[in-house]
């Protein structure tokens, strides 16, 4: 009966339960816009919707077949411009983005109406101004996927962000009574383990296309452990009292 009076999710108070399940659920809403997103900056490196392997070797080691510009204008940034003129810049940087066709045959024009907007020096977006040709001429060179400097920010982001994130559901999810120590920590300290694959398979993965598996493994490892405490937590929160309760009032009512 000792075991009762051990901090645990299920005995909690209801203000501590709103606490704790407001921070879940907004934190799993969270992650699902994340999946949304890597499906529209990722997800459509190979021109097509949905996350595959290819989408991961094209982000992070590059098409080296092509350029980024013509990536992007196959993907995220194809409804950007009409087709015509997406086409005419593709045309373009295939026949090697020449700095006097870009001034002659419109080029310049039809970055000025469909891109500029977006990309400029004062938008605040981290992306490329284009209103500069030397940026543009970069971009048409062969795509070598995520630059270095572009790795390094996303991935500290990453590794601060993701963490505190764990330390909270981790937090709560310790307080979970019914799940054994062992297993307990081994899922606490998992989702670490997984970023720091994940993460470094990004940095692997630039350099030989093969680690895009790692990707998807730490990634979606990752998730599985966020999932399962998620559940686990809310589970002891909300359900297991209940059938505490149902089974005490079964028997007072004997
Ligand atoms: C509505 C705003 C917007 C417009 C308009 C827009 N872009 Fe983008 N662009 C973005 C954002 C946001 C990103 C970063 C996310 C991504 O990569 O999808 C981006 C990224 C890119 C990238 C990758 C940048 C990099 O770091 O290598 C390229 C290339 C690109 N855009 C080309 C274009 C071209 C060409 C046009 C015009 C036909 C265009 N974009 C119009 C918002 C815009």
């Not at 002659?104 to 469909?114: E, H, P, Q, Y």
């Not at 284009?130 to 970069?138: L, N, S």
């Not at 505490?244 to 009512?253: F, T």
Request: glycine share 8%; charged share 15%; net charge neutral.
């Amino acid at each position: 009966m000792a075991q009762a009076h051990k901090l645990n999710l299920c005995s909690q108070g209801i203000a501590l339960k709103a606490l704790f399940s407001g921070y879940l659920i907004v934190v799993a809403i969270g992650y699902l816009m994340a999946v949304v997103q890597i499906q529209f900056t990722h997800g459509m490196a190979d021109g097509e919707m949905g996350l595959s392997v290819d989408d991961i070797v094209y982000s992070y080691y590059g098409k080296r077949s092509g350029s980024a510009l013509e990536a992007k204008l196959n993907g995220s940034m194809k409804l950007m411009a009409p087709e015509a003129d997406r086409l005419k810049i593709i045309n373009w940087v295939h026949k090697g983005a020449d700095e006097q066709a870009f001034y002659d045959n419109g080029i310049r024009k039809i970055f000025d109406t469909n891109c500029v907007s977006c990309h400029n020096a004062s938008s605040g977006l981290p992306i490329p101004d284009w209103t500069k040709f030397e940026t543009i001429a970069k971009r048409a060179e062969t795509d070598t996927g995520a630059s270095f400097s572009s790795l390094a920010r996303v991935s500290h982001i990453h590794l601060f962000g993701i963490a505190f994130i764990f330390m909270f559901v981790g937090l709560i999810f310790s307080l979970a009574a019914g799940v054994p120590k062992v297993l307990k920590s081994v899922v606490i300290v998992m989702p670490y383990i997984f970023l720091i694959i994940d993460i470094s398979s990004w940095w692997l993965t630039k350099l030989n296309p093969n680690f895009a598996y790692l990707v998807i493994f730490g990634g979606g490892a990752m998730a599985l452990s966020f999932a399962f405490m998620w559940i686990v937590s809310m589970y002891e929160m909300w359900i297991m009292p209940r059938l505490h309760h149902d089974s005490r009032d079964a028997l007072l009512d004997e």
